[in-house]
């Protein structure tokens, strides 16, 4: 499994960017999360998806304000973030779960995307 992340940038607070994963290799009725590590913090859980789409789970700090969906036919789960806020600053990474629960914990993801990095300015 391959995943790769893009749609990263500098954006000013109260702005919005979507992020997108594209996948490859085996990741049918895989869960899809998104992640994110700010410096000097540890990875954290943002979002996840399951393998239909129709369940979706998100961190507090980002609930109400980004979304998460995906697109089987076309191998891409997408975060589409709006209302950003400086401390949204980090590198966020997909990832895939090839269980079929829902994990918000990152040692429970099996393989990783490279990362892109979001800089909210104040």
């Known amino acids: 499994v391959q995943l790769q992340a893009s749609g990263g940038g500098l954006v000013q607070a109260g702005g919005s960017l979507r992020l997108s994963c594209a996948a490859s290799?085996?990741?049918?009725?895989?869960?899809m999360g998104w992640f994110r590590q700010a410096p000097g913090k540890e990875r954290e859980f943002v979002a996840a998806i399951n393998w239909s789409g129709a369940s979706t789970y998100y961190a507090d700090s980002v609930k109400g304000r980004f979304t998460i969906s995906r697109d089987n036919a076309k191998n891409t789960v997408d975060l589409q973030m709006n209302s950003l806020k400086p401390e949204d600053t980090a590198v966020y990474y997909c990832?895939?779960?090839?269980?079929?629960?829902?994990?918000?914990?990152?040692?429970?993801?099996?393989?990783w995307g490279q990362g892109t990095l979001v800089t909210v300015s104040s």
């Open positions: 290799g085996r990741t049918f009725r895989s869960i």
């Open positions: 990832a895939t779960d090839l269980s079929i629960v829902v994990h918000t914990t990152p040692g429970s993801y099996d393989y």
